[in-house]
């Protein structure tokens, strides 16, 4: 039912369901959710004030029984909410049901609406004709179309251009387009073509693909944003059209990006850097033009010079074909020391999944339906409910003298961009988090191994937090007794939520039992649970950041320079 009109607190506990969109196919789903929410009062938050270790305990034991943790990832893994993809009808259900249960607990929303989301627009566009390139030196102006001249996306940008050759850096072999040149908030002009007596594959490097590491071309665009600059045109050779039964020209390949075939976040739509890809006729015209001398010898390979610094403006026109939102969910809780509670505390996960896809397996039966739903009920469900029980059991006890921040984040799975909305539209200034615990995947065992039934991944502390990680390690000797690893196999650090904050200069710890043969398959189903771990991991989650609250000093950042691990230098 509708929120709207409500009086009672308990009307808040059920989602409302568009009867259009509806991922419910259940008169029995609904009837679980009336059961687990119930219609009682909320819990209330209790003042400032110690809590003595029995009032603690029993908070912990009310909150964190394994039998609890169950009947809400029961709903939220449910096969009714189709795997929470970023946006889904699925994901909306989700989110109401960690607003509804954030209110009775009686957290505070942070938003000035009194709301607990943080909405983040989506959307799929496509690049208009109208989009021009101006290329203006200094006794001549060129105005160039889009498909007629070039192709590429990006946003409008107006910027000095600079000459880098190919655009190539290859250390090995003491050969760097790039050197000497500050290229910085400019747009660079790369011709196309690797220099004379060089092949492609010397300029291959190593690049995550997946979960591995694999040598693979040199991507000239990502080059250049790692220089700094602000954009890229490339001068195309004829082959930018050629094509073979293998394989679609590259020109073809542009042409088809210029249309979204998803939806995609739109504030990361709109940092799009401008990425061009010139016609091999303009662009004899623009080196004609710039007073770029080839080297007739070698294939169109330029003298790293060129006679001037001209000025580029690139204008971009988009229509949009598609518009919906997601949101990020959270809850507050006011710290109780006057000096201390505008610090913040911010225990994490993301509520989201990958939806529906086709399993890579086939049932046996044609009459058995082939499960597409990927439930997520350890990545993230483990997680999501994790935060919300740690929400209700610091509701159940004093508030700390520290503030805590419950956020559950959306798009992680697309590539952590809920996180990274929140760092850059924070409701808090970023400088006071003091902390961030992000847990993600907390409910298995590490490569569903037996021995590892007390192993946990703790992870980030090392690379930011030498003093956080001692806080976790203290905390553990006194409730948890798990196996500490601070090993990172997998790159987990980069890998989720806490990254973002990392990069900020916040301290971060990441909690996972680590990944199984079931992630992101159908398979991760909450059968697979272990709910007395799951609750083991939060008991030690809880212990630590009410400690953090709670001490006189916060745990500095310290920024591991062997790690490459961002923040302030």
């Given at each position: 039912?509708?929120?709207?009109?409500?009086?009672?607190r308990s009307c808040y506990l059920v989602p409302e369901i568009d009867r259009d969109k509806r991922p419910y196919r259940s008169l029995r789903f609904i009837q679980i959710l009336l059961v687990v929410l119930g219609l009682s009062a909320g819990i209330g938050i209790r003042d400032s004030g110690a809590d003595d270790p029995e009032s603690v305990h029993q908070a912990l034991s009310s909150s964190l029984m394994p039998s609890k943790l169950k009947l809400h990832l029961r709903i939220l893994a449910s096969d009714e909410l189709e795997g929470r993809a970023t946006p889904s009808p699925g994901l909306n259900v989700a989110a109401r049901y960690l607003a509804s249960h954030l209110q009775y607990y009686g957290l505070q929303p942070l938003d000035i609406d009194k709301s607990y989301f943080q909405d983040i627009q989506l959307v799929r566009r496509k690049v208009a004709k109208a989009s021009r390139l101006r290329v203006k030196s200094?006794?001549?102006?060129?105005?160039?179309?889009?498909?007629?001249?070039?192709?590429?996306?990006?946003?409008?940008?107006?910027?000095?251009?600079?000459?880098?050759?190919?655009?190539?850096?290859?250390?090995?072999?003491?050969?760097?387009?790039?050197?000497?040149?500050?290229?910085?908030?400019?747009?660079?002009?790369?011709?196309?073509?690797?220099?004379?007596?060089?092949?492609?594959?010397?300029?291959?490097?190593?690049?995550?693909?997946?979960?591995?590491?694999?040598?693979?071309?040199?991507?000239?665009?990502?080059?250049?944003?790692?220089?700094?600059?602000?954009?890229?045109?490339?001068?195309?050779?004829?082959?930018?059209?050629?094509?073979?039964?293998?394989?679609?020209?590259?020109?073809?390949?542009?042409?088809?990006?210029?249309?979204?075939?998803?939806?995609?976040?739109?504030?990361?739509?709109?940092?799009?850097?401008?990425?061009?890809?010139?016609?091999?006729?303009?662009?004899?015209?623009?080196?004609?033009?710039?007073?770029?001398?080839?080297?007739?010898?070698?294939?169109?390979?330029?003298?790293?010079?060129?006679?001037?610094?001209?000025?580029?403006?690139?204008?971009?026109?988009?229509?949009?074909?598609?518009?919906?939102?997601?949101?990020?969910?959270?809850?507050?809780?006011?710290?109780?020391?006057?000096?201390?509670?505008?610090?913040?505390?911010?225990?994490?996960?993301?509520?989201?999944?990958?939806?529906?896809?086709?399993?890579?397996?086939?049932?046996?039966?044609?009459?058995?339906?082939?499960?597409?739903?990927?439930?997520?009920?350890?990545?993230?469900?483990?997680?999501?409910?994790?935060?919300?029980?740690?929400?209700?059991?610091?509701?159940?006890?004093?508030?700390?003298?520290?503030?805590?921040?419950?956020?559950?984040?959306?798009?992680?799975?697309?590539?952590?961009?809920?996180?990274?909305?929140?760092?850059?539209?924070?409701?808090?200034?970023?400088?006071?988090?003091?902390?961030?615990?992000?847990?993600?995947?907390?409910?298995?065992?590490?490569?569903?191994?037996?021995?590892?039934?007390?192993?946990?991944?703790?992870?980030?502390?090392?690379?930011?937090?030498?003093?956080?990680?001692?806080?976790?390690?203290?905390?553990?000797?006194?409730?948890?007794?798990?196996?500490?690893?601070?090993?990172?196999?997998?790159?987990?650090?980069?890998?989720?939520?806490?990254?973002?904050?990392?990069?900020?200069?916040?301290?971060?710890?990441?909690?996972?039992?680590?990944?199984?043969?079931?992630?992101?398959?159908?398979?991760?189903?909450?059968?697979?649970?272990?709910?007395?771990?799951?609750?083991?991991?939060?008991?030690?989650?809880?212990?630590?950041?009410?400690?953090?609250?709670?001490?006189?000093?916060?745990?500095?950042?310290?920024?591991?320079?062997?790690?490459?691990?961002?923040?302030?230098?």
């Amino acid at each position: 039912m509708s929120t709207q009109g409500c009086q009672n607190r308990s009307c808040y506990l059920v989602p409302e369901i568009d009867r259009d969109k509806r991922p419910y196919r259940s008169l029995r789903f609904i009837q679980i959710l009336l059961v687990v929410l119930g219609l009682s009062a909320g819990i209330g938050i209790r003042d400032s004030g110690a809590d003595d270790p029995e009032s603690v305990h029993q908070a912990l034991s009310s909150s964190l029984m394994p039998s609890k943790l169950k009947l809400h990832l029961r709903i939220l893994a449910s096969d009714e909410l189709e795997g929470r993809a970023t946006p889904s009808p699925g994901l909306n259900v989700a989110a109401r049901y960690l607003a509804s249960h954030l209110q009775y607990y009686g957290l505070q929303p942070l938003d000035i609406d009194k709301s607990y989301f943080q909405d983040i627009q989506l959307v799929r566009r496509k690049v208009a004709k109208a989009s021009r390139l101006r290329v203006k030196s200094r006794n001549r102006e060129e105005v160039f179309r889009l498909g007629e001249d070039f192709v590429g996306k990006g946003n409008d940008e107006t910027a000095e251009l600079i000459f880098v050759g190919h655009g190539l850096s290859l250390l090995q072999k003491e050969y760097d387009d790039y050197k000497g040149r500050e290229v910085k908030d400019k747009i660079v002009l790369i011709q196309d073509g690797y220099p004379q007596g060089l092949r492609p594959e010397d300029f291959y490097v190593e690049r995550q693909v997946g979960r591995q590491f694999q040598r693979v071309p040199q991507n000239r665009y990502r080059t250049a944003m790692e220089k700094g600059a602000s954009g890229v045109i490339i001068l195309r050779n004829q082959d930018f059209f050629e094509s073979d039964e293998d394989k679609t020209s590259l020109y073809e390949q542009e042409k088809a990006s210029l249309e979204d075939k998803r939806l995609k976040f739109e504030f990361r739509q709109n940092e799009r850097p401008v990425q061009l890809s010139i016609f091999p006729k303009t662009s004899a015209l623009i080196r004609k033009m710039l007073g770029i001398q080839m080297d007739s010898e070698s294939d169109e390979s330029g003298v790293r010079t060129i006679q001037e610094h001209p000025v580029v403006e690139v204008t971009f026109r988009h229509r949009i074909l598609e518009r919906q939102s997601a949101r990020n969910v959270i809850g507050f809780l006011e710290g109780s020391d006057p000096d201390l509670k505008d610090e913040v505390v911010v225990l994490s996960a993301h509520y989201d999944h990958i939806g529906r896809r086709r399993s890579r397996k086939k049932n046996k039966s044609e009459d058995t339906p082939v499960d597409d739903i990927n439930n997520g009920a350890d990545d993230d469900g483990s997680g999501t409910v994790g935060i919300l029980q740690l929400a209700e059991a610091f509701s159940r006890i004093s508030r700390p003298r520290r503030s805590i921040l419950f956020l559950w984040t959306c798009g992680e799975e697309l590539g952590l961009l809920g996180s990274e909305y929140f760092v850059k539209h924070p409701f808090i200034p970023l400088e006071k988090i003091v902390a961030v615990l992000n847990l993600d995947m907390i409910g298995r065992n590490y490569q569903d191994k037996e021995e590892n039934h007390s192993h946990l991944f703790l992870i980030g502390t090392k690379e930011t937090s030498p003093e956080l990680g001692a806080i976790i390690e203290s905390a553990n000797q006194r409730v948890g007794r798990l196996q500490l690893d601070r090993n990172d196999p997998a790159h987990f650090f980069r890998r989720s939520d806490h990254y973002h904050f990392a990069k900020q200069g916040i301290p971060v710890a990441f909690f996972t039992t680590g990944t199984h043969k079931d992630y992101h398959r159908p398979s991760d189903e909450i059968e697979y649970i272990r709910f007395e771990k799951l609750a083991r991991v939060l008991k030690l989650v809880f212990h630590a950041g009410l400690d953090i609250a709670n001490r006189d000093k916060a745990p500095r950042f310290v920024r591991n320079k062997n790690k490459n691990t961002a923040g302030p230098s």
